[in-house]
């Protein structure tokens, strides 16, 4: 092999697939063999509460990345170490052994990860291997959406406005899958994919290419046209259940994009319809990613309304507990939780319900939660995750001002009406009668079923948690 051959590494983290990844694409183009490595590390996942179901879907997607990137002439490398500390030795004993001049990657947008990626950069230089790293996980880069004193938005829906002003001028496509590489690398290490992580079975969310891609395309033919009206009632499967494949960026947003707008080309200009309502969620993931990068304390456990670091949470493992296995006695909180224990799932508008009960109505610190979803959630994302807790806590940027609490009761009458989501985790109830699904204690016959009666009056509760917050900021 002669000397002036480029060898480049792409280094896969949050980003398992060949078509629309900005750093495989681009090493590709620079680089004349390449190889693949993913590292995978146990210790970190354990630290950061990863759901086992979530590390379950990962382990199940790299041997079909794995593939892809073989059939592109690209050997893929596994490694196991414990945490991040290890992965700049990592890289650089890979890269010496294989000649490697050049790694490329994605960017992961939270401060350990930023860690991480800083210290590699310098430990590979000092072994002159460039290190170049690409925005791919957001469609407008963190920190381009800004406001106009060069800021960033602390509010949604300002930042929707420049973040759609943006889109429409830069009008962003997924990139192709590049061209087979002329003449491999050979590489002698086992590709042999063996991830050490307590175990949960993540089979009902396949992880073949052309069945993500279908499930993308047949929500946007078939259920994007109702989705605003169909999103928020979890009997029905009206969303679009695609949030673990962006999670461990088996899709792209681009993708995501690039198909709604094929489907509805209009939808920019009808922020009544469904179309727009899907695309107004993706535009909430970036909002949160972008935050992470222009508040880095989000990373660190800290409220971004810093007056509620005075809120008086109480302390009360029974209660946590009650909560997390779906005992509280309010029948759609049960059940939601019921389901993120089962299927390592919650629909979105129970994760709201869920949140604002945890954080209002039991005054637990939404830190508490944060975790104990992180720890269930098969689509697990840092940013959408604590963007999402502190929202429903009203400690977040845009949350929902603190007197504002959702009412148990009334959220599932709303939005489980007659109770079918209800009786479908919570199997105790399945006699109860429509009229008292929602308050099964009140039915005459609820000596016979196991079921909680309500560990907390939600009136009281309500008024406890307000006062709570009013104390808090007047404390500030």
């Known amino acids: ?86 992965i700049p030795q990592t890289l650089l004993e890979v890269s010496s052994k294989h000649g490697v001049s050049h790694v490329f990657c994605n960017k992961q947008y939270e401060w350990n990860e930023l860690q991480r990626d800083d210290k590699t950069g310098h430990r590979l230089a000092q072994e002159q291997v ?14 381009k959406v800004q406001t106009q004193k060069g800021e960033a938005f602390k509010v949604f829906t300002p930042f929707r406005r ?33 991830v050490t992580y307590p175990s949960s079975d993540s089979m009902a969310w396949p992880v073949e290419e052309e069945t993500i891609r279908q499930r ?29 494949y962006l999670a461990l960026g088996m899709l792209s947003p681009r993708q995501c994009i690039a198909v709604l707008m094929a489907v509805s080309p209009m939808c920019l200009d009808a922020p009544e319809s469904g179309a727009f309502s899907w695309l107004n969620e993706i535009i909430w993931r970036e909002f949160y990613r972008h935050l992470l990068v222009a508040y880095p304390d ?5 409220p971004f309304q810093s007056w509620t670091q005075n809120v008086q949470w109480q302390q009360s493992s029974e209660l946590l507990s009650a909560w997390q296995h779906g005992l509280t006695g309010f029948p759609i909180v049960d059940a939601a939780m019921r389901q993120l224990n089962q299927t390592g799932w919650m629909h979105n508008r129970l994760r709201m319900i869920t949140a604002s009960f945890l954080t209002k109505d039991l005054l637990i610190h939404w830190q508490a939660g944060e975790q104990w979803f992180m720890s269930k959630l098969i689509d697990g994302d840092f940013a ?16 929902q001002p603190y007197f504002r609490v959702f009412n148990p009761t009334t959220q599932g009458e709303r939005f489980d009406p007659k109770g079918e989501f209800i009786r479908t985790w919570l199997h105790e109830l399945k006699d109860v009668p429509d009229k008292y699904i929602h308050q099964p204690h009140l039915w005459p016959g609820s000596e016979q079923i196991h079921y909680p009666k309500p560990i907390v009056d939600h009136k009281q509760a309500r008024l406890l948690a307000i006062s ?9």
Request: negative net charge; contains cysteine.
């Open 298 to 302: 989000l990373c660190r456990g800290q």
């Open 468 to 476: 709570s917050f009013k104390i808090a900021k007047e404390a500030q």
């Open 216 to 244: 993308l395309v047949t929500f946007c033919y078939e259920k994007v046209e109702d989705y605003h009206q169909q999103r928020d009632i979890p009997a029905i499967d009206g969303t679009s259940c695609l949030s673990p």
């Open 130 to 143: 460039k290190f170049s790293v690409f925005d791919d996980s957001c469609v407008i880069a963190p920190g």
């Open 1 to 86: 092999m002669s000397q002036h051959k480029h060898i480049g590494l792409v280094w896969f983290r949050a980003d398992l697939r060949v078509v629309d990844n900005t750093a495989l694409f681009i090493a590709a183009e620079q680089c004349d063999q390449l190889i693949a490595l993913y590292v995978s590390t146990p210790m970190q996942w354990h630290e950061h509460h990863v759901a086992p179901i979530q590390v379950d879907l990962l382990r199940r997607r790299l041997p079909i990345l794995q593939q892809q990137l073989e059939a592109l002439g690209i050997p893929l490398i596994f490694k196991e170490v414990a945490d991040f500390e290890q």
């Open 384 to 399: 959408s995750n604590n963007g999402g807790w502190q929202w429903a806590a009203s400690t977040g940027t845009d949350a």
């Open 162 to 194: 420049e973040w759609l002003k943006q889109f429409r001028a830069l009008s962003p496509t997924p990139l192709p899958i590049p061209e087979p590489v002329e003449n491999p690398v050979v590489v002698d290490e086992p590709g042999q994919i063996t």
